[in-house]
């Protein structure tokens, strides 16, 4: 089995450890992150049993010839510190995998770059291409004949209409949507929810508008609609 270190300690690291060795993708051999991440003075740290190691001391413990590597972190400054982490691991030697659930939604055309995490139930239609250093979350849809350009994160439930172009570096929200035929400058911000059916340039901010709290509390609520309180038995269970 080819082996491979995760840069990360966090919530991200620990989704793509998790599917990695769940799907036996690859063997996980270490962990790795900035040294003045780690404890001071900590020795002998793990991660899921795994040594951690200081990023700047990686490839004198695991050369790159004998190891890949695959950068985990979230989309801090809009992506460019995982893009910044991607650059410095190559400059390294290490070649960046990607991670393609086998219950992701695509067929033989999928076209995916480096250090990609591509979640369950993501749907890759026919002419997409996905740039590097792309995360697509559970239940997304990227629709046919779009172009996700490098360093984006596509939140779970999104959506790109087909023949879309979505500029790097670029966040788009859990469950917001992008139009078919549309181009979205680099650096874009999608808020949750939102809904866009024009083109931007780059930079550009959508955000949707939240649910506002109602003015009873639930309980008081389902009373009023003649709806079972909550914790009430029935003679249903």
Not at 60 to 84: C, K, Q, T, W
Not at 89 to 108: F, M, N, T, W
């Amino acid at each position: 089995m080819k082996t491979v270190i995760i840069f990360g300690l966090g919530k991200i690291a620990d989704v793509a450890y998790q599917h990695i060795v769940r799907d036996r993708a690859y063997e996980v051999v270490a962990f790795t992150c900035d040294a003045e991440w780690l404890p001071k003075g900590d020795q002998g740290s793990t991660f899921y049993g795994r040594p951690v190691v200081p990023f700047e001391e990686i490839e004198r413990l695991y050369p790159p010839e004998s190891v890949s590597m695959f950068v985990a972190i979230g989309y801090h400054d809009l992506n460019a510190v995982r893009a910044a982490k991607c650059d410095a691991a190559k400059a390294k030697g290490y070649r960046l995998i990607s991670y393609v659930s086998p219950r992701a939604d695509h067929g033989p055309w999928l076209d995916v770059g480096e250090n990609c995490l591509i979640l369950d139930s993501v749907g890759i239609q026919p002419g997409v291409r996905i740039g590097n250093n792309v995360s697509l979350w559970n239940n997304a849809l990227v629709g046919h004949h779009s172009i996700v350009d490098d360093h984006c994160w596509i939140a779970a439930g999104a959506t790109l209409g087909g023949g879309v172009t979505l500029g790097a570096r670029s966040f788009v929200g859990l469950n917001a949507t992008i139009g078919g035929e549309l181009s979205i400058g680099a650096a874009s911000f999608l808020g949750a929810a939102s809904l866009v059916l024009k083109s931007a340039p780059p930079r550009s901010v959508f955000i949707a508008p939240g649910t506002e709290k109602f003015r009873l509390d639930s309980n008081a609520f389902l009373r009023m609609t003649r709806m079972p309180a909550l914790g009430s038995a029935t003679s249903k269970g």
